[in-house]
């Protein structure tokens, strides 16, 4: 494993789209690093630019202080997980796990390959399948053998595209877990991008947002939350999402010379305090609630721990956690 640092990374596709623009960040030997972002953000690309899959057109990229910027892919020794599972079709699962150890140039005994697939086997839960071909796997069981494959190699990083996102959601919400648990039991340094909120604050020591091909902000899942340093950041996180609301809904109870307030919804108290809204919509969800008000003219979304008793069209008062509140500049920027 290796520490892995891209100082000033840059990215022009056909002499105009810059796709990643002075891209720095470090992802530490040992960490799980996450990129968030949108499609188009420049997710894919950063990681096609560490593996030497994408030439880099300005900046530096770093294997623990040594300039890999020019070095070929294979010189690199990253391992790469792909959105879709890319398997061998005609090989058993045991075979595709051992290829990438099988290749001339390592030259691992096959004693040693078999004791590796069966450790990440048992790790991903598919020990039972390794007899099976490949086009005998349910999705989710592919998807495990694609990152297993990349799992028996010790790169210098693993580098992770979505690889989560095709599985259906009970699936996802397991396997980003026992991803995090392998990450640590293995101590390996993952780069994973996604689009997932979810995947980011549970599998991640630290977020990088990319906002069009830029670095928003780097943190930890909890200060990305809590501090974010701009409403494109704020959205990122978060479900239900941020209220947004311009300062002049609430001049009466916040007194600030910003241009936009943000909300978390679990900071809006219900049945509580001296303001009255109307209520909009009940989403019950089951441990909490998802309530949408209208005051003054705009909606709000609430999250309201346990059964909620109201529904549409009632009023209801509700209090604001002011010591929680964001506060933006017109152009969207967090200000004190």
């Not at 959105?83 to 140039?105: C, G, T």
């Not at 048992?122 to 086009?135: D, F, Q, V």
């Not at 293995?186 to 780069?191: D, K, Q, R, S």
């Amino acid at each position: 494993m290796a520490t892995v640092e891209l100082q000033g990374v840059t990215k022009i596709f056909d002499k105009t789209v810059k796709a990643l623009d002075q891209i720095s960040f470090t992802v530490q030997n040992g960490k799980f690093f996450v990129l968030l972002g949108p499609t188009g953000a420049g997710k894919t690309t950063t990681l096609r630019a560490i593996a030497g899959l994408e030439k880099i057109d300005h900046g530096k990229i770093l294997f623990d202080e040594e300039d890999v910027t020019t070095a070929q892919p294979a010189a690199r020794d990253t391992a790469f997980v792909f959105q879709q599972y890319s398997l061998y079709p005609h090989y058993k699962v045991y075979d595709n796990l051992a290829f990438p150890l099988r290749s001339p140039l390592r030259k691992v005994p096959e004693q040693e390959i078999n004791s590796k697939v069966t450790k990440i086997a048992e790790m991903l839960k598919i020990s039972s399948k390794l007899n099976n071909k490949a086009t005998e796997l349910s999705g989710g069981e592919m998807q495990r053998v694609a990152i297993g494959r990349a799992l028996v190699r010790e790169p210098n990083i693993y580098l992770m595209d979505e690889p989560l996102s095709s599985l259906d959601a009970k699936l996802r919400e397991s396997l980003r877990v026992e991803l995090k648990n392998i990450q640590l039991n293995l101590g390996a340094t993952i780069l994973y991008v996604t689009h997932d909120q979810a995947e980011a604050t549970t599998m991640a020591d630290q977020i990088g947002v990319l906002e069009n091909g830029k670095i928003a902000q780097i943190g930890s899942p909890e200060e990305i939350y809590n501090n974010p340093n701009s409403i494109y950041v704020a959205n990122r996180l978060g479900s239900p999402k941020i209220n947004i609301v311009k300062n002049s809904v609430l001049s009466s109870i916040i007194s600030t010379n910003a241009y936009q307030l943000g909300l978390r919804p679990e900071h809006i108290k219900l049945g509580q305090g001296d303001l009255s809204a109307s209520v909009k919509t009940v989403e019950a969800l089951g441990a909490e609630t998802v309530v949408e008000l209208e005051y003054n003219g705009i909606e709000m979304l609430c999250l309201y721990q346990g059964s909620f008793d109201g529904q549409r069209g009632d009023n209801i008062k509700f209090a604001i956690d002011q010591s929680k509140v964001l506060f933006f500049n017109e152009d969207g920027n967090k200000i004190l």
